[in-house]
């Protein structure tokens, strides 16, 4: 129910306009462990099914998901003794990237394609911030994160 002069749609068209103002940054969803290579600045591509266009700096999302069977693959890079060890952060921003580049063949050890996103430069955030991740690249308000 709504009260004098005010109509549900002009209030929701009103959010919708001010969302849409809002700043925002690009990000990608991740399984763990990948995530958290991409942001500690070990893992230097991500596989993908899909090609993109996109160049530029984004977030990396912690994927609900975690790759158990790839953690045991992984432990001496995460800096682990053993599998158990492992206590990843999902549903959350973890930190950035910049893809610089789509290819369809690279010398990185982590290339599996069909397709493969180059990334630089990436750094981990100093907090995780609790986010729901979506499927592609997906847009993040600019306030959630600080240091963007």
Same mark, same amino acid.
């Given at each position: 129910m709504t009260g004098p002069g005010i109509e549900g749609p002009e209030i929701e068209s009103d959010l919708e306009e001010r969302q849409m103002d809002e700043p925002t940054f690009p990000a990608l969803s991740v399984r763990q462990p990948w995530a958290d290579l991409i942001v500690n600045g070990i893992k230097d591509i991500e596989n =993908?099914?899909? /090609?993109? %266009?996109? =160049?530029? =700096?984004?977030?990396?999302? &912690? &994927?609900?998901?975690?790759?158990?069977? %790839?953690?045991r693959e992984v432990c001496d890079l995460l800096g682990l003794a053993a599998p158990e060890d492992y206590q990843p952060v999902a549903g959350a921003l973890l930190g950035w990237t910049e893809i610089v580049d789509c290819v369809k063949s690279h010398p !990185?050890?982590?290339?599996? *394609? /069909?397709? *493969?996103?180059? #990334?630089?430069? !990436?750094?981990? #955030? &100093?907090?995780?911030?609790?986010w729901r991740g979506q499927r592609g690249i997906f847009q993040v308000p600019a306030g959630v994160v600080?240091?963007?």
């Open positions: =993908r099914a899909w /090609p993109t %266009d996109f =160049r530029g =700096r984004l977030l990396i999302h &912690a &994927a609900m998901t975690v790759e158990w069977e %790839d953690v !990185s050890r982590f290339f599996h *394609g /069909p397709y *493969g996103f180059v #990334l630089r430069n !990436s750094q981990r #955030l &100093a907090l995780p911030v609790p600080e240091g963007g």
